[in-house]
Structures are given as structure tokens and as C-alpha cells.
């Protein structure tokens, strides 16, 4: 069945590092790709997207490039801020006609001042 | 903005207690899901419907029931709370199938003694 394995956390940075967190799928046909982000105490929401290969999504300076050839969406991000900790969330949508989610077991990132 | 609220941000309740979980949505999506969220295994979907008074179940649906009577509101019953159903439960809905983006509740945090 579909999957999606992201890098284990807890990622610590400091300010104005560069970031890479690694996202691969298994999926059959062309699934949809999402990042998700989830603040303290708050539940998720939607960082950005890409729906076909070579898509790049991005949102507040994050990235991530659909790979079909490498089943990859990595997010990065060129300078991260103290407000950018949080857990980080990959997720597909499969294209076999459910509804269905897969989400990742997320990544958590901790900015330094 | 959508809105997706869920009943209650903490819940304490007895092994054996039947527990409700309420989540209410305002943008009339026809989708809703119910997940649970836990270190390390991330989100797990319980139940999902795509319709008023349809239910599919998810990847852990024993122990839990659903009730969608109305399309803004999906319930999820703990019919007998153990203590392994202690947890982080998230709510979600998404529109038709052109619509791929879930919108989260706040989530709620469920603690069975």
C-alpha cells in the first residue's frame, strides 16, 4: 500500500540555517504531496503542496519539489526563524479514488535564537 | 478561512466511560476524518466520511464508532474508554474531490484513567 517515511527529529537549528527535511513515498500512478505544519498546541495546517511531478510548492520561504524519478519531496527552507519550530508533516493523497490521507510520523524542528 | 472546531481541547474520563468527540465545520465539505495522533507513529486514521450518514472506516477503526447525521458535524464515540485510547484526537475536513487540502481542528487531548 501507499506510504510515506520522513527523517526522524528532533532537528535543531540555529537561526538563519539552512533546512532539509527528508520526505519519500511509495505510491502507485501520481499521488498528490503535501506538507503540513503544526504549531504548540494547535492542530495542523497546510504548508504547501504539488500535485504532479516536477511541481514545486512553497510557502513562507519553505519549498519542496515533486520528484517523480526519486519518489521525493524534500521541504527546505534557505533561513529559518526562531517562530519556524514545529513539528513538520509530510503527506500524500493517493489516486486510488478514496479519500484517504497517508501522513508521515512527523519531524520535529527546534530553532536556537 | 474555514473553520473546524472540536468540542473540547482536554478530556479526563474513567476506563469504561462511553466518551463523545465533536467536530463541527463551516465550509460545507462533504468530506470529514477523524485521527489520532501519537508520538512517533504520527497520524492515524480512525473513520472517515465522504457524506451524510456514510462512514468508511480507516486504519484503526476497533474501538471507535462515528455518526455523521448533519454534513457539518462528525462524531467520534469511544463506546468503553481504555486507557490505550489515552491520545491526541484531530479532526478534519476537505471538499469534494477536486478539493485535496484538509483543514484541522485544534485537537483534542484525551486522557483515560
Known amino acids: 500500500g501507499d506510504s510515506v517515511t520522513q527523517m526522524e527529529g528532533p532537528v535543531t537549528l540555529s537561526e538563519e540555517a539552512f533546512l532539509t527535511i527528508n520526505c519519500t513515498y511509495t505510491?502507485?500512478?501520481?499521488?498528490?504531496l503535501f506538507w503540513y505544519v503544526q504549531y504548540p498546541g494547535e492542530g495542523l495546517q497546510l504548508l504547501l503542496k504539488?500535485?504532479?511531478?516536477?511541481d514545486k510548492g512553497s510557502n513562507k520561504g519553505f519549498e519542496a519539489t515533486y520528484r517523480k524519478e526519486t519518489t521525493s519531496f524534500h521541504l527546505e527552507k534557505g533561513s529559518v526563524q526562531v517562530s519556524d519550530s514545529a513539528v513538520y508533516f509530510c503527506?500524500?493523497?493517493?489516486?486510488?479514488?478514496?479519500?484517504?490521507?497517508?501522513f508521515g510520523t512527523g519531524t520535529r524542528l527546534k530553532v536556537l535564537a | 478561512d474555514v473553520k473546524v472546531t472540536q468540542s473540547s481541547r482536554y478530556l479526563v474520563k474513567r476506563t469504561g466511560e462511553k466518551v463523545f468527540l465533536e467536530c463541527v465545520q463551516d465550509m460545507d465539505h462533504e468530506n470529514m476524518f477523524w485521527y489520532r495522533q501519537d508520538p512517533g507513529l504520527g497520524l492515524r486514521l480512525i473513520y472517515f466520511s465522504y457524506d451524510v450518514k456514510m462512514k468508511e472506516k480507516g486504519d484503526i477503526p476497533e474501538g471507535y464508532s462515528v455518526s455523521r447525521e448533519k454534513k457539518e458535524r462528525f462524531s467520534l464515540i469511544l463506546e468503553s474508554a481504555s486507557t490505550n485510547q489515552t491520545s491526541m484526537y484531530l479532526c478534519a475536513s476537505s471538499g469534494g474531490r477536486r478539493q485535496e487540502t484538509q483543514y484541522f481542528g485544534p485537537g483534542t487531548r484525551l486522557l483515560v484513567l
Open positions: 505510491a502507485t500512478g501520481y499521488p498528490s
Open positions: 503527506a500524500l493523497r493517493g489516486t486510488s479514488g478514496t479519500y484517504k490521507y497517508i
Open positions: 504539488a500535485t504532479k511531478a516536477d
